[in-house]
């Protein structure tokens, strides 16, 4: 109970087999009303998970604005305080729908998937962009293997690695299947979940940051292993994973004096790229994880990384 009484506190940023009844719904439902749907939702299908503040605000700015077409789904765990969904709904009132999810809570997920389900039946597009490094007073990153906290090492892998994977489960697999690439430019659906450089295991020369490290990286095997079970079972799904780079949130703010010259990105700019992968992935990029700029990065490779927000 303390480490989720810890995890209210987090700064957040950016974040199975298939039950047969759920997805009997799903495809029936969606088989009977394809035509109809594509219509009624076209351009897709979004939903971020971690939507309310950081990356994963602007994750949702920029789906809105891209396009004049498309929904949006913004989740987070106290919608009626977050202040930046708030203001993009009063702009775009049909298109945005915020609920509420806790990624360490799994029934909050799963009334969110019926909430989506009810209303929309499928997602195109599901964005992991929650995410902590660190908690006043609760969790800083290791400097030396003496700081670390069996406390630390579980919320961070609880919030940055269990939860996302939750998230899928089969509580969205089965809304992803049913949308595959329906109403966008895309053949298949597409989740994206947002790591860090920092995880690889290869590229690991610099020591340190012990939690927040291990939990990018059991993220990374978590995404590789889902995208193998998605290509298996031939579903319209791939899984990919995403490095932001260094970005000006509040994730990051405390560690900026180290970044080189050129290296901090904008939200906007690294959204913006991170889209741009997102609208032009296909099939063969499944289970491949790529930087900001397009470059795949090798799970147990890769360039020393820093802060991933």
């Not at 299947?177 to 995880?199: E, F």
């Not at 509040?250 to 741009?276: A, C, I, M």
């Amino acid at each position: 109970m303390k480490l989720l009484a810890f995890a209210k506190r987090a700064s957040m940023t950016f974040s199975c087999c298939l039950r047969p009844v759920l997805s009997t719904t799903i495809r029936s439902s969606s088989s009977s009303s394809s035509s109809s749907d594509s219509v009624k939702w076209e351009g897709g299908v979004s939903m971020v998970q971690g939507a309310s503040r950081g990356i994963g605000l602007e994750f949702v700015k920029q789906l809105l604005q891209n396009s004049e077409k498309g929904h949006v789904i913004a989740t987070c765990r106290k919608p009626n305080e977050a202040l930046g969904l708030l203001s993009l709904k009063n702009m775009f009132a049909e298109r945005l729908s915020i609920l509420p999810l806790d990624a360490t809570n799994e029934s909050t997920i799963e009334a969110s998937a019926k909430s989506i389900r009810d209303r929309y039946g499928f997602l195109n597009l599901l964005v992991n962009a929650s995410g902590i490094l660190s908690i006043p007073d609760v969790l800083q990153p290791e400097t030396t293997l003496l700081k670390v906290e069996k406390s630390s090492l579980l919320l961070t892998y609880e919030v940055n690695a269990v939860g996302p994977i939750l998230v899928i489960k089969q509580h969205m697999w089965p809304l992803l299947k049913a949308g595959g690439g329906t109403g966008t430019d895309r053949d298949v659906a597409v989740v994206a979940n947002i790591s860090a450089r920092v995880g690889s295991i290869g590229d690991n020369r610099l020591g340190g940051w012990h939690s927040y490290r291990s939990s990018k990286a059991a993220l990374n095997q978590l995404t590789k292993t889902v995208s193998v079970e998605f290509a298996r079972r031939k579903d319209p799904v791939i899984c990919i994973l995403l490095h932001p780079g260094t970005v000006d949130t509040d994730l990051s703010k405390p560690f900026q004096r180290n970044v080189p010259e050129g290296k901090l990105f904008t939200k906007e700019y690294s959204v913006q790229k991170l889209l741009g992968i997102i609208d032009h992935a296909k099939i063969q990029d499944n289970g491949k994880f790529f930087a900001w700029d397009g470059q795949e990065i090798p799970c147990r490779g890769g360039l020393v990384g820093f802060i991933a927000s």
